[in-house]
């Protein structure tokens, strides 16, 4: 699959915080998941890809051509959904697409009616009369009815009902049928889990890891069993390893040992959060 889009060695300096050397890639047609712990550094990331913020080094390449010199064009073909929303409250969904549709090209009127109906959204309702699921999902609304290629989303399912974050995560899946891409930002592991395909964690504005998820997954295992089990040999195969009076639980990437040297304990198959506390917890 080739990259959508590229950061390539960006880095950029807030304060105490520091982005460094940044670089990863996302594939077409793949939902990826961007994940890390609050001040990890991925909002910081969103938006200097977006323009949002200029970086001290580095470039970012959208379909092979630079975003700094071809930034209409960027921008005419991705859509956005930040958890910040940056509505105008006192205007109708109506009035807030006119205003929306007149900065794309390829605005499809059509298409946004459609989703309208299908999210179950009226046209005459005020944006500042909505739930905040509602509010996410005209936001998609907006983001996917310009034929955008990469749908770029920072944290949209904090604060949401489990109800409303399935609901979404549908709505990804059936958009990325026709081989659009999403770049999905979340703290909220649990969605990444359903709909996934790609995975990047960053910790203290570093790239920690960047592989396939059901790769990820199946690479590393969550081990339970009593502390017999454990000894110097054995403590060495866990990245991270919590040990109480009870027994002990493990995350491991050496799964094939630990069952050939650990004969009586419960090998399971991990989350994406364990995982992810797994590598910025060692």
Same mark, same amino acid.
């Given at each position: ?9 960006? %880095? %950029?300096?807030?304060? !105490? ?35 949002? /913020? /200029? ?5 970012i390449k959208f379909f092979d051509k630079e975003i700094r010199n071809n930034e209409r ?7 956005? $959904? ?7 409250? &006192?205007?109708? /969904?109506?009035?807030?697409?006119? $205003? ?29 009369? /909505? ?10 609304? #907006? ?6 290629d990469l749908l770029i989303m920072d944290e949209p399912t904090s604060g949401l009902d ?19 891409? $999403? ?9 990444? !889990? ?8 960053? !910790? ?6 960047? &592989? ?17 089990? #454990?000894?110097?040999?054995t403590r060495s195969l866990f990245l991270t390893l919590h040990e109480s009076e009870y ?6 990437? &050496? ?7 650990? %004969?009586?304990?419960? #090998?399971?198959?991990?989350?994406? &959060?364990?995982?992810? #506390? ?5």
């Amino acid at each position: 699959m080739k990259p959508v889009l590229e950061v390539s060695g960006l %880095k %950029k300096h807030l304060g !105490d915080f520091q982005l460094e050397d940044m670089s990863f890639s996302l594939p077409e047609g793949c939902i990826t998941g961007f994940i890390g712990v609050n001040g990890a550094g991925k909002t910081t990331t969103i938006k200097l890809i977006l323009g949002l /913020l /200029l970086p001290d080094a580095g470039n970012i390449k959208f379909f092979d051509k630079e975003i700094r010199n071809n930034e209409r064009e960027f921008k005419n073909r991705i859509g956005i $959904v930040l958890d910040e929303g940056y509505f105008y409250e &006192e205007l109708t /969904l109506l009035e807030m697409k006119n $205003v929306m549709a007149a900065a794309y090209s390829n605005w499809d009127n059509n298409k946004f009616n459609y989703n309208m109906e299908r999210f179950g959204l009226q046209l005459n309702q005020k944006i500042g009369t /909505l739930s905040k699921g509602m509010r996410m999902k005209y936001a998609i609304a #907006l983001a996917i009815s310009h034929n955008a290629d990469l749908l770029i989303m920072d944290e949209p399912t904090s604060g949401l009902d489990p109800q409303i974050r399935t609901e979404l995560m549908d709505i990804l899946l059936d958009y990325v049928k026709d081989g659009k891409s $999403v770049f999905l930002s979340s703290h909220i592991t649990s969605d990444l !889990d359903k709909v996934a395909d790609m995975l990047i964690l960053i !910790d203290n504005g570093r790239v920690v890891f960047r &592989e396939e998820k059901d790769n990820l997954l199946d690479q590393h295992g969550l081990v339970k069993g009593d502390k017999k089990e #454990l000894n110097d040999r054995t403590r060495s195969l866990f990245l991270t390893l919590h040990e109480s009076e009870y027994g002990f639980s493990g995350l491991t990437k &050496e799964k094939a040992i630990v069952r050939q040297q650990m %004969k009586n304990v419960l #090998l399971e198959r991990p989350s994406i &959060e364990d995982i992810m #506390l797994g590598y910025i917890g060692r």
